[in-house]
């Protein structure tokens, strides 16, 4: 596997922008538009497939607590790969989360996301 190359968050894939901007935002509709319809995302244990499922995810995601977030950094692992790195800060256990989002790309659509320390 290639090594990462760190790069400025505007040379993420506008996909990926886009799906990061109506993420933060709770726009689950246009958040949803970013997934291919057999997409997979894996967050805090659970896995999510499909698009029933993962606007399941989309729609409960964070919810239960009050945060910040702050893109630190993004890294291009391949043509298909892509990371971005979110610093949480809030009222969840612990108060403060550094995640990386790794994006695996279909095209101009996310096929896998999953988000991890």
Sequence with gaps: MTAPTRIPPTELPATIRGYLAAHEARDVDTALRAFA??????????TY?????VRRFLSR????????????????????????T??????????????????????????ELVIAP
């Design 37 to 46: 319809p057999t997409a997979v995302v894996v967050d805090d244990g659970a």
């Design 61 to 84: 995601a964070g919810t239960e607590y009050r945060y910040t977030t702050e893109l630190l950094g993004a890294e291009r692992v391949d043509g298909t790969h892509w990371v971005a």
């Design 86 to 111: 979110h610093r949480l800060e809030g009222d969840f256990p612990g108060g403060v989360v550094d995640l990386a989002y790794r994006f695996t790309m279909e095209g101009d659509l996310v096929a």
């Design 49 to 53: 497939r499909g698009t029933e499922e």
